[in-house]
């Protein structure tokens, strides 16, 4: 049979890239792009050819979101925020018999998913399978791969500059409640320890361009995985540009968010100081990071260092993997996270077949003992 993958929010920033990704590496699948606007759904079907068929959808609408999912073999989830679709596609998937991959997710909705245990029924979601969190899992785990079997420490570097669009913002400004892990915290021997880290102001990093500031946040997919990989020590950081006027709005509202209500007005404040940032500048998303353990009773170490030009061009990736490891059948019944069910070696070989992405070297040394990535690339 035919398998038919639906993808909702298929028109937006996320979803479009998903469905082009999808299309060109599952030839015999039919596409379904869904999403409020069915002249904007066709526009995006029309560019992906006669497989794809535009499909107008209302997320809040039980039987509308119920026709788009009946007759799909994979529901991939692209529109948002997360904090407000929550397990609403999923269930309409689940019950329409298909597979689910959500680009959001995280520990709401695997909490959520859980308790309908989809498992029973045969069925498979595939959550967080994005940038931050999705990336964030699945690059130590492949550094890990990479000749460190024995590794106790990891220190990570992520930073990004680039638009946002309201469902991104709205689920960042819910990251500083607490809602996707702690600030200023680390993993110290096994243990999640609060208010361990300071920032780091007007600093220099390996890696990225001029003077920066560094936060702590342990997230929870990280903290996931640091016990899956036996880690005893975590250093993780978000990293802004020096002078970051979307620093200072997040310090600003951190204090000012009071509840759902103020959520949107405070994600318009967010993008617009994303978009000032970036007004005259290129985008980048940047990962640095750096794993040291044992291997064969030696020291060892790796680093990694990613560079990409597009947020979504690399989130519609892993969401297009993600699918394509359920139609594979490669992803068991039940509930995951995508750093912890997916194979990260396809994930790696899938961003570097992109054009947004424009580096992944992997390195033998330490951060510090790195000059240049084209120098040190195995």
């Given at each position: 049979?035919?398998?038919?993958?639906?993808?909702?929010?298929?028109?937006?920033?996320?979803?479009?890239?998903?469905?082009r990704?999808?299309?060109?590496?599952?030839?015999?699948?039919?596409?379904?792009?869904?999403?409020?606007?069915?002249d904007?759904?066709?526009?995006?079907?029309?560019?992906?050819?006669?497989?794809?068929?535009?499909?107008?959808?209302?997320?809040?609408?039980?039987?509308?979101?119920?026709?788009?999912?009946?007759?799909?073999?994979?529901?991939?989830?692209?529109?948002?925020p997360?904090y407000?679709?929550?397990?609403?596609?999923?269930?309409?998937?689940?019950?329409?018999?298909?597979?689910?991959?959500?680009?959001?997710?995280?520990?709401?909705?695997?909490?959520?998913?859980?308790?309908?245990?989809?498992?029973?029924?045969?069925?498979?979601?595939?959550?967080?399978a994005?940038?931050?969190?999705?990336?964030t899992?699945?690059?130590?785990?492949?550094?890990?791969?990479?000749g460190?079997?024995?590794?106790?420490?990891?220190?990570?570097?992520?930073?990004?500059?680039?638009?946002?669009?309201?469902?991104?913002?709205?689920?960042?400004?819910?990251?500083?409640?607490?809602?996707?892990?702690?600030?200023?915290?680390?993993?110290?021997?096994?243990?999640?320890?609060?208010?361990?880290?300071?920032?780091?102001?007007?600093?220099?990093?390996?890696?990225?361009?001029?003077?920066?500031?560094?936060?702590?946040?342990?997230?929870?997919?990280?903290?996931?995985?640091?016990?899956?990989?036996?880690?005893?020590?975590?250093?993780?950081?978000?990293?802004?540009?020096?002078?970051?006027?979307?620093l200072?709005?997040?310090?600003?509202?951190?204090?000012?968010?009071?509840?759902?209500s103020?959520?949107?007005?405070?994600?318009?404040?967010?993008?617009?100081?994303?978009?000032?940032?970036?007004?005259?500048?290129?985008?980048?998303?940047?990962?640095?990071?750096?794993?040291?353990?044992?291997?064969?009773?030696r020291?060892?170490?790796?680093?990694?260092v990613?560079r990409?030009?597009?947020?979504?061009e690399?989130?519609?990736?892993?969401?297009?993997?993600?699918?394509?490891?359920?139609?594979a059948?490669?992803?068991?019944?039940?509930?995951?996270?995508?750093?912890?069910?997916?194979?990260?070696?396809?994930?790696?070989?899938?961003?570097?077949?992109?054009?947004?992405?424009?580096?992944?070297?992997?390195?033998?040394?330490?951060?510090?003992?790195?000059?240049?990535?084209?120098?040190?690339?195995?």
């Open positions: 049979m035919t398998p038919t993958l639906a993808v909702l929010g298929g028109y937006g920033a996320v979803g479009a890239v998903a469905a990704e999808l299309a060109a590496t599952h030839p015999r699948a039919r596409l379904r792009i869904g999403g409020r606007r069915l904007e759904a066709a526009r995006c079907a029309a560019r992906l050819g006669d497989r794809a068929e535009p499909h107008a959808v209302d997320l809040t609408d039980p039987a509308s979101l119920a026709a788009f999912c009946t007759g799909s073999t994979v529901v991939v989830n692209c529109a948002g997360s407000r679709v929550l397990d609403t596609v999923a269930k309409a998937a689940f019950a329409a018999g298909a597979d689910y991959v959500d680009a959001g997710g995280d520990e709401p909705v695997h909490r959520a998913l859980s308790e309908r245990d989809p498992a029973g029924h045969g069925r498979a979601a595939v959550l967080t994005g940038m931050m969190p999705g990336l899992g699945l690059l130590p785990r492949w550094l890990a791969a990479q460190v079997e024995e590794p106790h420490r990891l220190l990570g570097y992520v930073g990004t500059m680039d638009r946002l669009t309201p469902a991104g913002a709205g689920d960042y400004l819910l990251s500083l409640g607490g809602a996707y892990g702690e600030a200023q915290s680390a993993w110290r021997g096994g243990a999640r320890v609060l208010r361990v880290l300071q920032p780091l102001n007007d600093t220099e990093l390996p890696f990225f361009p001029g003077t920066v500031s560094a936060y702590p946040y342990l997230s929870y997919e990280v903290e996931r995985l640091a016990r899956d990989l036996g880690l005893a020590t975590v250093d993780w950081y978000n990293v802004f540009d020096g002078g970051s006027r979307m200072k709005t997040l310090g600003r509202l951190q204090g000012a968010m009071t509840g759902q103020a959520l949107e007005p405070a994600a318009r404040d967010l993008i617009e100081a994303a978009g000032l940032d970036l007004f005259g500048r290129d985008p980048y998303q940047l990962f640095v990071l750096e794993l040291t353990g044992r291997s064969a009773g020291d060892a170490v790796r680093a990694l990613l990409g030009t597009d947020t979504y690399l989130t519609g990736a892993v969401v297009a993997v993600a699918a394509g490891a359920l139609l059948g490669q992803v068991p019944p039940g509930v995951h996270y995508a750093a912890e069910v997916l194979d990260p070696g396809p994930v790696v070989e899938r961003l570097r077949a992109l054009a947004a992405v424009t580096s992944l070297d992997l390195f033998d040394r330490p951060l510090d003992e790195v000059s240049a990535p084209e120098e040190g690339e195995l």
